[in-house]
């Protein structure tokens, strides 16, 4: 058994609902259960309609629901009609209720949200049919069982994990079912949602419940590069990259999967492959459990742009304790995340990304110390196994930064990740000579 999750724009259409029944099609033999986003910009255009109501404009919340209605009519086959009405009829209460109510409690963000999800299983399950697979629905609220963190749910796995044994696997033996990602309910009934872009997560719960043999996300992208394609064209795709090296590299732009989302499956060990529904014969990127060894000391590099770095300099953190608490104490009262710091005896150099709050937390930083900042910085993160035990590394990463001058590098615990700092108009050049140097010849286990 595989499970197989399409993201919104894969379902967006008739047209790309066809595109994602040949694809099952051809995968028939491995027993595919399928997890499904809402049809293209459908949960943000119910956030909007709900947005509407709350604020007392029922005229526009009723005409934008009039057009996501027509909307999914005109993207699905006709033996859709009933269950389209139906929903919507029921929909329309629910902006009724909002615009009385002129608040958005979290257990009406949920159920609104949940139509999306609700609807695209059953649109998907009915143009299944009609290309000739045999296809059920089945709802994901009555199976995902969750706590009651609205927007936000957890699963219950135990729980969630039975009800998928009992209910989907014998289903998914003579068919091939299709289920809503992003959605579940509290053991007491009540609409939830895993947060947005939750479909993932429904995959990797489902395939985690169901003991598949591999979690398929597809998408639109042959997987994960050596290299951010925006920065540097020319990367080679990652053909297998650990959950761990995959976590690392999350933070930065590498957009294709939130690796939190697929923790279920990796504590069952079952591989994830991101794949890409436009050009469904590329093998993509396998995600395992396992570390991944290779022949070149890199995987990936990844990078982030606009990065601010904030260097606090002080005599008084000499031999001092609670130095660092203090400062940390700064940022977290500001919610700001800090992402990379180094230190030393006397200074902090520390990397934000979040310049909402840079004043006011400047003003605070220099009645402990003196501060300086600079704007405009990129982070270049490389990553791969074992960074930091191959001896050499070093000193050919540096060699291939040339003359550009690096101005923070941290190394991780977890030793799969060097990290460094150069302004932002050396990123280009940087990361271009990295490149070059790092995969001049490839591990073929490892890379295409
Ligand atoms: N439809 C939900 C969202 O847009 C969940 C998902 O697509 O993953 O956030
Ligand atoms: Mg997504």
Redesign the pocket.
Known sequence: MIVMKF??TSVESTLAIAKVAAIVKDRLAQRPVVVV??MGK???KLLEIAASAVAGDRVEAFRMLAALEAFHYAESPADASEIIASHFQELSAVVEELVELKEFPPQYVDLV?SY??RLSSHIVALTFQKLGIDAVQVDSRAVIITDRRHAQASPLYTRTYAKLEAQVKPLAQKYVVVMG??IGSTQDGFTTTLG?????FTGAIVGAGLGAEEIQIWTDVDGMLTCDPRIVPGGHRVKVISFAEAAELAYFGAKVLHPATVVPAMEKNIPVLILNSKNPSSEGTRIVADRVPCANPVKSIACKQGITLVNIVSLRMLMAHGFLHRIFDIFNRYRTPVDVVTTSEVSVSLTIDNKDNLAEICEELRQIAEVNVEENQALICLVGDAIRERPGVALSIFKAMGDVNVKMISQSASSLNLTMLVAGEDLKKAVSSLHNHLFATLDAAVFD
Request: glycine share 36%; aromatic share 6%.
């Open positions: 993201g919104g986003s809402a459908t949960t943000n949200s999306g999800e990602g992003f947005r872009g939750g479909s993932d």
